[in-house]
């Protein structure tokens, strides 16, 4: 069992509360992890004694965590106070529901929001913390953009910190948790009850949106950015568990990418249309054009090949039709979430 969660265990009795308990055992040392782990983040709003929100990022097989009084915002201006308190397991990233009177903790916990992190900086995250200096970048559904966690020296036991709004295209003075008590675990994903869906037929081809060149870039928190992956753009069109790939202009694709065809088993839906892009990686992980280049003018016999030794990528970005709806009349922050 890991050591960094005796805590955790001591201050529970799980037999009297629906918190997760621990893992009995720990992940054996030199046993890989699945690249999907690793770089979680939750932040769950706790309506205790005293209402908080608590911040965890996934580091080293836990949840490292705090409790942040006021809650994350995404002004700039503003300096939370964040306490560093025990380590929660990963489990407890997807709890939801009201721990008892006389528990430790007691109240309602929802999950406020969720999504992935990234490290920013030339310092290990090793590193980093040890100088009480943490940067990364949030990818959430209410949280976007870089962030910091800074130790505050000579306050209390150690144990207080500031959590920094950098910045960026997501910052926005004002802004307050508050306005937005939803929760991301329980959001509607009934496109039926979102606004702007439109009941239709799937349909048999649709025209992607194309980049419009401008002088300059547009500043402000109502735009979004995408990057340029430097591929062949491409519709994704799912059906009966079936794939059917389409170019910019209406031409199949599916002969040139066969390793594609397993796209259906990642998408929770009965039917859908994606927008993105097939993307080449070179050996550090950047897009390649010239990569991508041969597999664009595979015949059907060399795909299969190509395929094993130039695989491709397909990158998602938007999601245009899903389970009978039509969703380009949906806000496009709402059709990233349901994506």
Same mark, same amino acid.
């Given at each position: 069992?890991?050591?960094s969660?005796?805590?955790y ?13 621990p ?18 983040? +939750?932040?769950?709003r ?14 080293d ?28 397991p990963?489990d +407890? ?13 007691? =109240? ?23 100088a *009480?200096?943490?940067k990364?970048?949030?990818? =959430? ?9 800074v ?12 959590l920094?709004?950098k ?52 500043? *402000? ?11 062949v753009?491409a ?7 079936k ?6 202009s =209406? ?51 060399? $795909?299969?090949q190509? $395929? ?12 245009? +039709?899903?389970?009978? +709806?039509?969703l380009r009349?949906v ?9």
């Amino acid at each position: 069992m890991s050591k960094s969660l005796d805590e955790y265990r001591r201050k529970r009795r799980f037999e009297r509360t629906p918190e997760p308990p621990p893992p009995r055992v720990a992940q054996p040392p030199g046993v890989a992890r699945s690249p999907s782990t690793g770089n979680r983040f +939750y932040i769950q709003r706790h309506s205790a004694r005293r209402l908080h929100y608590d911040l965890r990022l996934e580091m080293d097989g836990t949840l490292r965590s705090w409790a942040v009084p006021k809650g994350p915002t995404l002004d700039p201006a503003e300096k939370r106070l964040a306490v560093h308190v025990e380590d929660h397991p990963l489990d +407890y990233g997807e709890f939801e529901g009201t721990i008892p009177a006389g528990n430790y903790g007691a =109240g309602t916990v929802t999950v406020w929001d969720k999504g992935t992190y990234e490290w920013l900086g030339e310092k290990t995250p090793a590193q980093q913390w040890e100088a *009480g200096d943490l940067k990364f970048r949030l990818h =959430g559904q209410k949280l976007m953009g870089e962030f910091a966690l800074v130790r505050m020296k000579g306050r209390g036991k150690g144990n207080e910190w500031l959590l920094i709004k950098k910045k960026d295209f997501a910052a926005k003075p004002g802004w307050d948790p508050e306005s937005d008590l939803s929760s991301v675990r329980s959001a509607a994903s009934d496109p039926a009850q979102i606004s702007g869906a439109v009941r239709a037929e799937m349909p048999s081809k649709l025209t992607p949106m194309l980049a419009a060149i401008g002088g300059a870039l547009p500043v *402000g928190a109502e735009w979004v950015y995408e990057v340029k992956w430097d591929g062949v753009r491409a519709l994704c069109f799912m059906e009966g568990g079936k794939l059917r790939l389409v170019s910019r202009s =209406g031409k199949p694709m599916d002969a040139q990418y066969p390793d594609l065809a397993t796209i259906v088993d990642s998408i929770a839906a009965e039917s859908a249309v994606l927008d993105g892009e097939i993307v080449a990686l070179d050996e550090r992980g950047g897009p390649s054009f010239a990569r991508l280049q041969p597999r664009m003018m595979a015949s059907t016999r060399s $795909a299969a090949q190509l $395929a094993r030794s130039q695989p491709v990528t397909f990158f998602a970005f938007d999601l245009l +039709y899903l389970n009978g +709806y039509d969703l380009r009349r949906v806000a496009l922050t709402e059709r990233k979430r349901l994506l």
